[in-house]
């Protein structure tokens, strides 16, 4: 049987995923994630600590920050 005539046995390619190795990765990944959204989108700085906003520009005593 050539490499080509051969298909993957879908089973055996996710057979790892149960592991608590593999369970405990996946929630430090999605806890990172979670904490850089909330850093982006919650917070006045960027990740490496800078402000997000590059100009401030009043209309009528109404500041409006832009960002990149």
């Known amino acids: ?21 593999y369970i405990e990765k996946c929630n430090t990944y999605e806890a990172e994630y ?10 006045k700085k960027n990740l490496y600590g800078g402000s997000i906003f590059d100009k401030d520009v009043t209309i ?3 500041t409006i920050r832009s960002s990149r």
């Open 1 to 21: 049987m050539s490499v080509l005539e051969r298909k993957p046995d879908v089973v055996e390619r996710f057979q790892d995923t149960d592991t608590d190795d």
């Open 60 to 62: 009528d005593n109404e």
């Open 34 to 43: 979670a904490r850089r959204l909330k850093a982006k989108y919650f917070s």
